[in-house]
């Protein structure tokens, strides 16, 4: 499973980088607000930290006209720009256009809730799909049932888009992920954190380290 990092603060992707299990960034406006800097130069220093892994970032139109303009300029800010659009009818359009158009724009179909959501971005030839499942169990539904399905349905008709699992919100999710098979999950730097973590790490190195005293271990 490619690990991508769901934020668009600088700090946070260098270091996840660094740690050698980076694959991808994920952005959306609300990430991107969040850092306080103006939306451009954001993004383009994140392109720049990754130059060799993809960086989705998200339109803000909802014409399809007006994401297709957008996509085509974002684009434009590097060769691993993925354009995030919205999983709307006008969305899905602006996808197959561009596929159709041969625009070379590699797109990421987000906000995405439903199998049949994520069908129709594999029609239209979506580089990637993204099933936001955190926000699915936020009302009461079960978002790794959405995703089971959504990796059953790319598997019986050997889709090639890829499926992103999205909002992501603790180390389980991150865990069934891995069980499903999903292509890739896009993960909130503090899970990402925690994954390093297990009480029975820590106690069992704790114990180790008193023993290595007691032997007078000393490499
Ligand atoms: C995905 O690409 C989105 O940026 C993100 O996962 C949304 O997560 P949220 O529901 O925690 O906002």
């Given at each position: 499973m490619?690990?991508?990092?769901?934020?668009?603060?600088?700090?946070?992707?260098?270091?996840?980088?660094?740690?050698?299990?980076?694959?991808?960034?994920?952005?959306?406006?609300?990430?991107?607000?969040?850092?306080?800097?103006?939306?451009?130069?954001?993004?383009?220093?994140?392109?720049?930290?990754?130059?060799?892994?993809?960086?989705?970032?998200?339109?803000?139109?909802?014409?399809?006209?007006?994401?297709?303009?957008?996509?085509?300029?974002?684009?434009?800010?590097?060769?691993?720009?993925?354009?995030?659009?919205?999983?709307?009818?006008?969305?899905?359009?602006?996808?197959?256009?561009?596929?159709?158009?041969?625009?070379?724009?590699?797109?990421?179909?987000?906000?995405?809730?439903?199998?049949?959501?994520?069908?129709?971005?594999?029609?239209?030839?979506?580089?990637?799909?993204?099933?936001?499942?955190?926000?699915?169990?936020?009302?009461?539904?079960?978002?790794?049932?959405?995703?089971?399905?959504?990796v059953?349905?790319?598997?019986?008709?050997?889709?090639?888009?890829?499926i992103?699992a999205?909002?992501?919100?603790?180390?389980?999710?991150?865990?069934?992920c891995?069980?499903l098979g999903v292509d890739?999950?896009?993960?909130?730097?503090?899970?990402?954190?925690?994954?390093?973590?297990?009480?029975?790490?820590?106690?069992?190195?704790?114990?180790?380290?008193?023993?290595?005293?007691?032997?007078?271990?000393?490499?």
């Amino acid at each position: 499973m490619k690990i991508f990092i769901d934020t668009a603060v600088l700090e946070e992707i260098r270091e996840v980088k660094e740690l050698g299990i980076l694959d991808g960034v994920t952005t959306n406006p609300t990430l991107v607000s969040k850092t306080g800097k103006p939306w451009k130069e954001a993004i383009q220093e994140i392109l720049r930290e990754v130059p060799d892994k993809p960086v989705s970032v998200e339109v803000v139109a909802t014409d399809r006209e007006g994401m297709k303009r957008e996509a085509k300029e974002l684009a434009k800010l590097g060769e691993n720009v993925v354009v995030k659009i919205p999983c709307t009818e006008e969305g899905l359009r602006a996808v197959f256009e561009m596929n159709a158009e041969g625009a070379g724009v590699k797109t990421n179909v987000t906000l995405v809730f439903s199998p049949l959501q994520a069908l129709l971005a594999a029609k239209v030839g979506a580089t990637y799909v993204s099933p936001f499942i955190g926000r699915v169990d936020d009302i009461s539904y079960d978002g790794l049932q959405v995703l089971e399905e959504i990796v059953s349905i790319y598997e019986i008709y050997g889709f090639e888009t890829e499926i992103i699992a999205a909002s992501i919100r603790h180390v389980d999710h991150v865990r069934r992920c891995a069980a499903l098979g999903v292509d890739i999950a896009t993960i909130p730097y503090k899970v990402i954190k925690q994954m390093y973590r297990h009480p029975l790490t820590d106690i069992g190195l704790e114990r180790f380290i008193k023993d290595a005293e007691k032997a007078g271990i000393s490499i």
